[in-house]
């Protein structure tokens, strides 16, 4: 038994074709951090200046990381400002 070449970008039909995978859009967007001793405040919003979420993460390993997966939750993160 052997696997079937798949093309970059698709998959195969049950007849051997090549399916085109439709991939999720993601909006563009911008984060702003406010730092602070123990916690750092953050901000994100669109291409158009709409407010799409704030949140305050810890200052710690682990905070700066939450903080990332927070504003990547938000869409494709073009610039933070600090």
Same mark, same amino acid.
């Given at each position: 038994?052997?696997?079937? &070449?798949?093309? +970059?970008? %698709? +998959?195969?039909? $049950?007849?051997?074709? +090549?399916i085109p995978i439709m991939? $999720?859009?993601?909006? @563009?967007?911008? /984060? %702003?951090?406010? *730092? #602070?001793? @123990? *916690?750092?405040? +953050?901000a994100v919003i669109n ?7 704030? %949140?305050? &993460?810890?200052a710690t390993l682990r %905070? ?8 990547? /939750? #938000?869409?494709? !993160? $073009?610039? !933070?400002? !600090?």
């Amino acid at each position: 038994m052997s696997c079937p &070449f798949v093309p +970059a970008g %698709g +998959a195969l039909s $049950q007849q051997g074709k +090549a399916i085109p995978i439709m991939h $999720q859009y993601k909006p @563009e967007v911008i /984060g %702003g951090v406010d *730092t #602070h001793l @123990e *916690t750092h405040v +953050a901000a994100v919003i669109n291409t158009n200046g709409q407010i799409l979420g704030t %949140g305050s &993460f810890p200052a710690t390993l682990r %905070g700066y990381q939450q903080l990332v997966r927070w504003m990547n /939750g #938000h869409g494709e !993160i $073009q610039d !933070i400002g !600090i």
